[in-house]
C-alpha cells in the first residue's frame, strides 16, 4: 500500500476518500472555529465585501448583470488560485495529502446535515409529547428558509426531508463530484460558487440582476452531481425495508423537471418516490408563497419524526454507495495492478 500511495494514479483518490471519511467520523470541528474562521465564511466575508461595493440600486440593469458577473469570476478565482497554492505546497510535504483531506472534509458535509436532519426529528418529538411544535419549529428554521410558524407537524416533517435530498446533492455529492475531478482548486472553486448562489443568487428587487451569472453557473456545476445525488437514493432504496427503487428511479424521471429548480427536483423526486411520501407542494415563505406541484407517485403528505428518521436510513444508504463511486477508481486500477 505505501508504494501505490506514492503513485499519481491513487494519491488523489486516496486523498478524497480520506476526506470523505473524516468528514463522517468527525465532521466539522465546532471547536477548531471558535480560534479560525471556516472557509466558507471567509468566502462570504469577500462575496459581502464586494457586493456592498459593487451592487448600486443606480446603475442599470445590464451593468449590475455585469457587475455581479465580475465579482462571482473574481470570486470564483481567488477561491482556486488558494486551492491550487495549498494543494501544491502540500504536494512538496511528506504525507502532505493527509493534512489535503482534513482541509477538502471541512468543506464536505455529509455528516453535519444528517446530524441536523436528525436533530429535527428528535426535537419535534420530544416536543409533540408536551403538545408543542415549538421545539421542532426551532430546528427546522436551523435548515431552511421558510417560515417556521406556518409549518404543522407534516410541514417540519417534509422540510427536513426535501432539506436533506437537496443539500446532499449540495453540500456532499457535488463537492465530492468536483474534488474528484480537479482536486482542491475544483472543490474551492465549486464551494465559492455555491456560497454566491446562497448570497446573491436570489430572485428579488436587490440580486435579481446582481446575482443572476452566479445563480446560472450555480446550476451549471451541479446539473451533474444533481443527478448522481437522486441515482445514489435510487439505489439505496434496495436495503431500506419497504422502500422501493423501482418506483424511486419512475418518480424521478417523471416528476424532477416540476421542481422550479433544475437540479433539485432531482433529489426530492428519488426520495419522495422511494419512500411514497408527497414533497415538495406550497410552501410558505417570509413574503410570499411558493405554489409548486406534488413530487411523488400518490405518496403521502402527512408525514411524523418517524418518517424522517426512515428517510436518514435512505440517507446513509446514498453515502455509502457514494463512496463506493468515489472509490471505484481506486479498487478497479487496484484489481488490474495486482
Request: glycine share 10%; aromatic share 10%.
Amino acid at each position: 500500500m505505501s508504494y501505490l500511495v506514492q503513485e499519481p494514479l491513487f494519491l488523489p483518490i486516496l486523498t478524497l476518500i480520506t476526506a470523505i471519511l473524516i468528514d463522517i467520523v468527525v465532521g466539522d470541528p465546532a471547536w477548531l472555529y471558535r480560534y479560525i474562521p471556516h472557509p466558507v465564511v471567509m468566502i462570504g466575508k469577500a462575496i459581502e465585501l464586494g457586493e456592498t461595493r459593487l451592487n448600486r440600486s443606480k446603475d442599470t440593469r445590464i451593468t449590475r448583470i455585469f457587475l455581479g458577473a465580475i465579482l462571482t469570476l473574481g470570486i470564483v478565482s481567488l477561491a482556486s488560485a488558494l486551492g491550487l497554492i495549498l494543494s501544491r505546497s502540500l504536494g512538496q510535504v511528506s504525507h502532505g495529502w493527509i493534512i489535503e483531506s482534513i482541509l477538502a472534509s471541512s468543506l464536505i458535509a455529509y455528516r453535519g446535515l444528517g446530524t441536523a436532519v436528525r436533530n429535527v426529528a428528535k426535537e419535534l418529538a420530544r416536543g409533540l409529547e408536551a403538545r408543542s411544535l415549538k421545539e421542532g419549529r426551532v430546528a427546522i428554521s436551523h435548515l431552511v428558509g421558510r417560515d417556521p410558524e406556518s409549518l404543522n407537524e407534516a410541514g417540519i416533517c417534509r422540510a427536513a426531508i426535501e432539506s436533506m435530498a437537496e443539500n446532499f446533492s449540495d453540500g456532499v455529492v457535488a463537492p465530492v463530484f468536483w474534488f474528484a475531478l480537479f482536486g482542491l482548486p475544483g472543490l474551492c472553486a465549486y464551494k465559492a460558487i455555491n456560497t454566491l448562489d446562497s448570497m446573491i443568487g436570489h430572485k428579488n428587487d436587490r440580486y435579481e440582476a446582481f446575482g443572476k451569472f452566479a445563480a446560472r453557473l450555480d446550476d451549471l456545476v451541479n446539473l451533474i452531481p444533481a443527478r448522481l445525488a437522486g441515482l445514489f437514493y435510487v439505489f439505496a432504496a434496495l436495503f431500506v425495508p419497504g422502500a422501493s427503487s423501482f418506483r424511486g428511479l419512475k418518480v424521478m424521471l417523471r416528476d424532477a423537471g416540476q421542481h422550479r429548480s433544475p437540479n433539485a427536483g432531482w433529489q426530492e423526486a428519488a426520495v419522495a418516490g422511494t419512500l411514497g411520501f408527497a414533497l415538495a407542494g406550497p410552501r410558505v415563505y417570509p413574503g410570499y408563497v411558493v405554489d409548486d406541484p406534488w413530487m411523488g407517485d400518490g405518496g403521502r403528505t402527512e408525514l411524523a419524526a418517524s418518517d424522517i428518521n426512515r428517510a436518514l436510513k435512505l440517507y446513509v444508504g446514498a453515502g455509502a454507495w457514494m463512496l463506493i463511486a468515489a472509490s471505484s477508481p481506486l479498487l478497479v486500477t487496484g484489481i488490474f495492478y495486482f
